[in-house]
């Protein structure tokens, strides 16, 4: 079943009711019954996205019509009601949404062997899967892994809200490269490094620390953290996570090894030899924790690091360009503050930008340090011109609240990121709310209207935006 539907149509289609056991359950006039699982997007679409959202997952939906594997979860149909909600609609099944919980290492081998699996049925039909998120990760009433269908929840994940959903970026990905199957191959790793030890493999506390992590492509074993893995499975998990991706294996190699792995029952080691080695371990990870204390000191506050550094310190200029910018003070007016806000943004001037804010959610210093640190770390490696950065198309501040102690403004703008191979585009909708802090006007308040981040694929490369 694969309907590419009309939005008229589409109003009409189904009828969403609850069953007893709480599900939502898609009828149509002809007697068929399907599940429908409700997406939350954490801002509703515009008028003018709603069709590109419908028809982009049709597409995906199509573009895997033909994949069909066990463990599979996939989605038959996006539809959306008179209400304005939105329903993926999938055969009737015990599924309820339930996320998986690995009995042991054994049991998440067996779960991420039915992901390469999976991920090999993309492969062999030409898909990538480009990204796995432990929010995909499902499993049935026999708590066996159920991969929800990754082309579908991908494609929406931008619109979504959380982290469940979010998946980390390989370091060719980040710097402007294609999603490739070596990429898929990365991201299986850390799927299978987080559901064997519990962690992360990059932990740093905030997003540039940890972009900068994956670019510096250092990972402890698993094993380290978890003695019990062996040391077969634990390589081969690092070697997925290689930073050059010609040093990944390639997939059928890594179901091979893998497979043999878990047939010869050497995914785990005895409990002698996991208290042999765990004395070891905890040296080891001791000497990696020192380690990565030092090279993030150095990072923020090194003379050697300077231009990779920086992203999180207030108030200090990084580089020769950020010196000439200004510092904000009390005869700085409230407008003044939003415009430097903007010109942070454009020039990807962390301190600055973080000198403007109070306090206040939903602001663009997770993009703006991202962008800095990859500007930085490829600023060896790529022209001036085609140094990573953010183009504002459009900006439009109004006044609509003026008082002593609070200043308001309607701000709409779009930009967007051009990395490459793809361009990434936002448009925003937000009201921004300024109070005195300590006398110095902040903007303490970003409420976030309406939003719209999508990505299109460049045609042919071309040198970076001026801004």
């Given at each position: 079943?694969?309907k590419?539907?009309?939005?008229?149509v589409t109003?009409l289609?189904?009828?969403i009711v609850s069953?007893?056991?709480g599900r939502?359950?898609?009828?149509?006039?002809n007697g068929?019954r399907w599940i429908?699982?409700k997406?939350?997007?954490i801002?509703?679409p515009?008028?003018n996205?709603?069709r590109e959202i419908?028809?982009?997952v049709?597409?995906k939906?199509?573009?895997?019509?033909?994949i069909?594997?066990t463990?599979?979860?996939?989605?038959?149909?996006?539809?959306r009601d008179e209400?304005d909600?939105?329903y993926?609609?999938?055969p009737e099944?015990?599924l309820?949404g339930?996320?998986?919980?690995?009995?042991?290492p054994?049991d998440?081998c067996?779960g991420?062997l039915?992901?390469?699996?999976?991920?090999?049925?993309?492969?062999?039909h030409g898909?990538?899967i480009?990204?796995?998120?432990?929010?995909?990760?499902w499993q049935?009433?026999a708590?066996e892994?159920?991969?929800q269908?990754?082309l579908?929840?991908?494609y929406l994940?931008s619109w979504?809200?959380?982290?469940?959903?979010?998946y980390?970026l390989?370091p060719?990905v980040?710097?402007?490269?294609a999603w490739t199957?070596?990429?898929d191959?990365?991201?299986w790793?850390?799927?299978?490094?987080?559901?064997?030890?519990?962690?992360?493999?990059f932990t740093?506390?905030?997003?540039?620390d940890?972009v900068?992590?994956?670019l510096?492509g250092k990972?402890?074993?698993p094993r380290?953290l978890?003695?019990?893995l062996s040391?077969e499975?634990?390589?081969l998990?690092?070697?997925a996570?290689?930073?050059?991706?010609?040093s990944?294996?390639g997939?059928?190699?890594?179901?091979?090894e893998?497979?043999q792995?878990?047939?010869?029952?050497r995914?785990?080691?005895?409990a002698?030899e996991?208290?042999?080695?765990s004395?070891?371990?905890?040296q080891?990870?001791?000497?990696?924790q020192s380690r990565e204390?030092v090279?993030l000191?150095f990072?923020?506050y090194?003379?050697?690091?300077l231009?990779?550094?920086?992203v999180?310190l207030?108030?200090?200029?990084?580089?020769?360009?950020f010196?000439a910018?200004?510092?904000?003070t009390k005869?700085?007016?409230?407008?003044?503050?939003?415009?430097?806000y903007f010109?942070?943004?454009?020039?990807?001037n962390v301190?600055?930008?973080?000198?403007t804010?109070?306090?206040?959610?939903?602001?663009?210093?997770s993009?703006?340090?991202n962008?800095h640190?990859?500007?930085v770390q490829?600023a060896t490696?790529?022209t001036p011109?085609k140094?990573?950065r953010?183009?504002?198309d459009e900006?439009?501040?109004k006044?609509?609240?003026?008082?002593?102690d609070?200043y308001?403004?309607?701000?709409?703008?779009?930009?967007?990121?051009n990395?490459?191979?793809?361009?990434?585009y936002?448009?925003r909708?937000?009201?921004?709310?300024?109070?005195?802090?300590r006398?110095?006007?902040?903007?303490t308040?970003?409420?976030?209207?309406?939003s719209?981040?999508?990505?299109?694929e460049?045609?042919e490369?071309?040198?970076?935006?001026?801004?």
């Amino acid at each position: 079943m694969n309907k590419m539907l009309s939005d008229e149509v589409t109003r009409l289609k189904y009828q969403i009711v609850s069953d007893q056991s709480g599900r939502l359950v898609a009828t149509t006039e002809n007697g068929e019954r399907w599940i429908a699982d409700k997406i939350e997007f954490i801002i509703r679409p515009k008028e003018n996205n709603r069709r590109e959202i419908l028809a982009g997952v049709q597409k995906k939906i199509a573009d895997e019509a033909q994949i069909n594997e066990t463990g599979l979860l996939k989605y038959y149909d996006f539809f959306r009601d008179e209400d304005d909600n939105y329903y993926l609609i999938r055969p009737e099944s015990e599924l309820d949404g339930q996320a998986y919980a690995p009995a042991g290492p054994e049991d998440a081998c067996r779960g991420l062997l039915r992901i390469l699996r999976i991920m090999k049925a993309f492969h062999q039909h030409g898909r990538i899967i480009g990204g796995l998120s432990r929010g995909m990760l499902w499993q049935d009433a026999a708590g066996e892994l159920v991969l929800q269908d990754p082309l579908v929840m991908n494609y929406l994940s931008s619109w979504l809200g959380g982290s469940d959903y979010r998946y980390d970026l390989p370091p060719e990905v980040i710097r402007g490269e294609a999603w490739t199957t070596a990429a898929d191959v990365y991201s299986w790793g850390v799927i299978a490094y987080q559901l064997l030890t519990g962690d992360h493999p990059f932990t740093a506390r905030n997003d540039a620390d940890r972009v900068a992590q994956v670019l510096r492509g250092k990972v402890i074993e698993p094993r380290t953290l978890q003695p019990y893995l062996s040391p077969e499975l634990s390589a081969l998990i690092v070697k997925a996570l290689s930073l050059d991706p010609e040093s990944r294996p390639g997939l059928e190699k890594l179901w091979t090894e893998f497979s043999q792995l878990l047939d010869n029952g050497r995914c785990v080691v005895s409990a002698e030899e996991a208290k042999a080695y765990s004395v070891k371990a905890g040296q080891s990870l001791k000497r990696h924790q020192s380690r990565e204390k030092v090279w993030l000191w150095f990072r923020r506050y090194g003379a050697v690091c300077l231009a990779a550094v920086a992203v999180l310190l207030v108030g200090i200029f990084l580089t020769l360009e950020f010196r000439a910018d200004p510092v904000i003070t009390k005869e700085h007016t409230p407008a003044q503050v939003v415009d430097f806000y903007f010109e942070a943004v454009r020039t990807s001037n962390v301190p600055l930008l973080i000198e403007t804010l109070h306090k206040a959610k939903n602001s663009l210093e997770s993009m703006v340090s991202n962008v800095h640190v990859m500007s930085v770390q490829t600023a060896t490696a790529v022209t001036p011109e085609k140094r990573l950065r953010i183009v504002i198309d459009e900006l439009r501040i109004k006044p609509i609240v003026e008082t002593p102690d609070e200043y308001q403004y309607e701000v709409v703008y779009k930009l967007h990121v051009n990395m490459g191979k793809k361009t990434q585009y936002m448009e925003r909708e937000d009201r921004f709310t300024l109070r005195p802090v300590r006398k110095i006007w902040r903007i303490t308040d970003i409420d976030v209207l309406k939003s719209n981040v999508y990505e299109v694929e460049n045609t042919e490369e071309t040198p970076q935006d001026a801004s």
